[in-house]
């Protein structure tokens, strides 16, 4: 019986180079159908693959003929409708393949060419250019720190290392093994001498004199084993394992006032469902903490977040408190990396914007590695936004970006968390 393995790195997906050149060396026109694609499909949608269109004028290469040249015929089997000299049309459109309204027209079109892109493909092409701002501290899909971890002990290492209880341990068994028999044999010797000892006086007695050389070979031999070996050393051992560098944790804050209507959360949920795919996917080691709040804040999971209907009044400082509470608590800046995206419409009462500015000012912002904050109104910026351009004035990790309808959520959402310049 035989048994064949395939250990060709591509298995049995023998077009995968051939795929992957071609979506290397038509990167542009790829990514202008993603965007395309993206008009047409809900947020929400976003995971799943999707077929793209691309003009055959931009898939099309120069190729090298044979021209005939001259006069020549050929023999079409079958031909009883042309004779020798007849000039055969060329079909007209509508007629022939391709994709031209039906009329009078010559002119020969054809398809665009169309490939399924895997959700893989696809969502590589839509956050390829997006990434967490300020992660200053270690990318977090690709550095790993180690910790060290007692692992046993081991036979060589340095002096410093060595343990000694398990060394004397060690030396301790090492002497019962090699001298046991020797030891059992001594106790013998010694009883059967001091019996013959006990029956006669005379200390000639070739029985006698053969026990005490016995004895004293038998001490000798027990003597000789050293107290401690080289062997029986034991070193502590410890290696390293991988633990994660940095952590980050991403507040999602989304007001649910009763001045936030539908059309309003709809647009909130959208942003933040698409913050939310970027974040699990381009980064493993993420926390994401969901925020809601209209008079009182309240930490929830991702299904009420999106989904309750409870709604009321608007006071915008007690998420940032719920928000600085938490931050403290259970995400200290040293070991975590912390983001937040507010969506709001802005409509707060003056005071308690004012309380707002002062909060991120002095305590939220010097805790975080970036805050953006999304105004959905279609009017004027509300009071929370002239507020907020006094934190811009002093933290430059501070964003904010206004959306009016659907249609800006992605651009906005790309101008948030595009790529920054390396050199700054």
Known sequence: MFHLIDRRAQGKNKSAPNRERFLR??????KDAVTRAMKGRSITDIDNGEKISIPVKDVNEPTFGH??????ESINPGNQEYLKGDKIARPKGGAGKGKGQAGNSEEISEDDFVFQLSREEFLNYFFEDLELPNLVKTQLTTTTDFKNQRAGFKTSGAAATLHVLRSLRGALGRRIAVGGKSN????????????????TEDNQDPRILALRKEIHHLRTRL???????????????????????????????LDVSGSMDEQKKDIAK???????LFLTRAYEKIEVVFIRHHTAASEVDEKEFFHSRESGGTIVS??????TQTLQTRYPPSDWNAYVAQASDGDNWDNDSIICRQILINTVMPLVQYYAYVEITEGEPQNLWHEYTQVLEHHRHFAM?????????YPVFRELFKKQNQSK
């Open 25 to 30: 060396r038509y990167k542009g026109q790829i």
């Open 318 to 323: 007690s998420a940032l408190k719920l928000l």
């Open 67 to 72: 021209s005939h040249g001259g006069i020549w």
């Open 184 to 199: 059992k044999r001594l106790r013998e010797a010694e009883s059967e001498l001091a019996e013959l000892l006990g029956l």
């Open 223 to 253: 003597l000789a084993i050293p107290f401690l070996d080289p062997f029986d050393l034991r070193y502590s051992n410890r290696i390293k394992i991988p633990k994660p560098s940095t952590q980050a944790v991403m507040f999602c804050i």
């Open 401 to 409: 970006q206004k959306i009016k309808d659907p249609a800006d959520i």
């Open 270 to 276: 959208r942003f933040f469902i698409l913050l939310y």
